[in-house]
C-alpha cells in the first residue's frame, strides 16, 4: 500500500528546491511529480509495515512449531 502522505513530502521537498522563476509551473510539476512517483511506487509491489509485521510473525511462528517438530522426530529416531 502507497503512502499518499510519504508522496505528498517528496513532492513538497521536489517543488521546493525548484528556482524563484519556477514558480508558475509550480502546480504542474507538482501533479507531475505526484504522478510519476505514485507510478513508480505502484510498479515496486511494496507492502505496508502493517503486512510486513504480520508475515514475520507468521513466519516465527511457523520456525518454533517447524524446531518442535524437528525436535520430535529427532527423539523418535533415538
Known sequence: MINLG?????VT??????????????????RQFRSVLKNAFEKMDLVSREEFEQQKALLERAQVRLEALQKQIDELET
Open 13 to 30: 521537498r521536489l517543488t521546493d528546491s525548484l528556482p524563484p522563476g519556477a514558480s508558475q509551473l509550480r502546480e504542474d510539476l507538482e
Open 6 to 10: 510519504k508522496i505528498d513530502e517528496i
